[in-house]
């Protein structure tokens, strides 16, 4: 026996296990039927996904799902033929081809006039996790960079479809679309902690005194090297065209803002050195370290269930017909109130930057488009009367609302402020 038939032995006998009627299926039809696995190449690396708590059933799914895109015809007969999961042929589809447009249309060459926040400064990032658990079936909508993959990482796969980062600017894009890439063409954990990583992380750890500098070293040799071996990794793989496409057409931007940013270093308060956040041991999940976390978020980045978009955390409207379950919108509250144009009731996450990190949730419950708009209108009217800039989390002192967020009580409050407080806010 080939020591690479092992996988498909295991895969088999895992789904005979879940499913009696299989157990008849003819040797010619399994033959057929784990050939699609093995036609993406997903087995070499996949004897941790056929771990039954890793949910390998979940992830027959994902690779029928990907099938589909590259040959329909023979995955649909497959996936009739398995008869492992009936919802396959209603939800066979892919994040990356349904928001097409979101996910291509933004040049990350285009620099911001902002300064950009894209290194992770959650303190104690494992403290989020029982903020994630999915009531429901759904997305995973998220701001920032690793932020977003460590939420990913966490969460439970057979509850999430996808991640879905919304930022508005560019170069969270940039960094999130390289890193998906990297994931998409890595061979193993180990290869993409290699393709990830221009110098070792363990030679830029430095004293604070070096980092009053805030200069990222850089070598332009050891960078085009690495963008010629993802270049050429890119031929081998299967994706869609005008996906591929945009991934070469913004390659060098992005990995320049992805490297730059990676080997940035910050004061970690508990080695009191200044280090890249790969090296800092307040980061507690580290998914280039754990298989587990490494090829969940593999699998989503190979079957397009990853994509970043930019635009406002409140901007939603364009994910109406999807439903988001969860929403971590990070510590965005310090900045504006949180108004989410979405149909969805997802559970939100929000975050309070100290040390330890806080992290605090409650579920969303939509006002409706009158609410919205009335809420908006007295908000309107606060600014224009010099109550502070519109949107400002500090609107009104003091706020009664430890988050400020666009909730009926928030309404309720606003009107009754108005009526006690500003004959003006009507514009009389």
Not at 24 to 38: D, E, N, R, V
Not at 50 to 55: E, I, S
Not at 133 to 149: A, D, I, N, P
Request: hydrophobic content about 40%.
């Amino acid at each position: 026996m080939n020591s690479n038939d092992i996988p498909l032995i295991k895969l088999q006998s895992h789904l005979a296990a879940r499913f009696p009627a299989l157990r008849t299926t003819s040797p010619g039809q399994w033959q057929m039927a784990l050939k699609c696995c093995a036609l993406l190449n997903l087995i070499p690396n996949s004897l941790a996904l056929l771990d039954p708590t890793m949910h390998p059933l979940k992830q027959w799914e994902i690779d029928a799902r990907v099938l589909l895109k590259l040959d329909p015809a023979w995955t649909m007969r497959v996936a009739c033929l398995i008869k492992c999961f009936p919802e396959i042929l209603t939800k066979l589809h892919s994040l990356e081809m349904e928001f097409c447009a979101e996910a291509t249309s933004v040049d990350v060459k285009k620099r911001p006039d902002f300064r950009s926040y894209l290194i992770p400064n959650e303190i104690g990032v494992l403290g989020i996790r029982r903020h994630l658990t999915m009531t429901q079936h759904g997305l995973l909508v998220s701001t920032g960079t690793e932020r977003s993959f460590f939420d990913l990482a966490l969460i439970d796969p057979t509850q999430c479809e996808g991640l879905i980062v919304r930022d508005f600017d560019p170069e969270v894009k940039a960094y999130v679309d390289f890193n998906v890439l990297l994931l998409r063409i890595s061979r193993s954990r180990e290869d993409y902690v290699t393709l990830s990583t221009l110098i070792p992380d363990s030679t830029l750890t430095t004293s604070p005194g070096d980092h009053l500098t805030h200069e990222t070293p850089w070598n332009e040799e050891l960078y085009q090297e690495k963008i010629a071996i993802i270049r050429e990794r890119m031929e081998k793989i299967r994706m869609p065209a005008n996906i591929k496409a945009y991934y070469l057409t913004q390659l060098e931007a992005s990995g320049r803002i992805y490297f730059h940013a990676r080997m940035t270093r910050e004061l970690s308060m508990e080695t009191m050195t200044c280090c890249t956040w790969r090296e800092n041991p307040e980061f507690d999940v580290k998914y280039h370290l754990d298989d587990r976390l490494f090829y969940q978020l593999q699998r989503y980045a190979k079957c397009g269930n990853i994509i970043a978009t930019v635009g406002t955390i409140n901007d939603l409207q364009f994910l109406d017909k999807i439903n988001i379950s969860i929403l971590d919108t990070s510590n965005i509250c310090d900045y504006s109130f949180l108004g989410f144009k979405t149909s969805s009731k997802p559970t939100v996450i929000v975050t309070k930057v100290r040390c330890p990190t806080e992290y605090h949730s409650f579920v969303h419950a939509p006002l409706t488009n009158p609410q919205f708009t009335e809420l908006e209108g007295l908000l309107e009217a606060l600014w224009k009367l010099g109550n502070n800039p519109k949107g400002s989390s500090q609107l009104i002192r003091p706020l009664p609302f430890e988050v400020p967020y666009y909730s009926i009580d928030l309404l309720m409050y606003l009107r009754k402020y108005k009526d006690n407080n500003l004959t003006e806010v009507n514009g009389e």
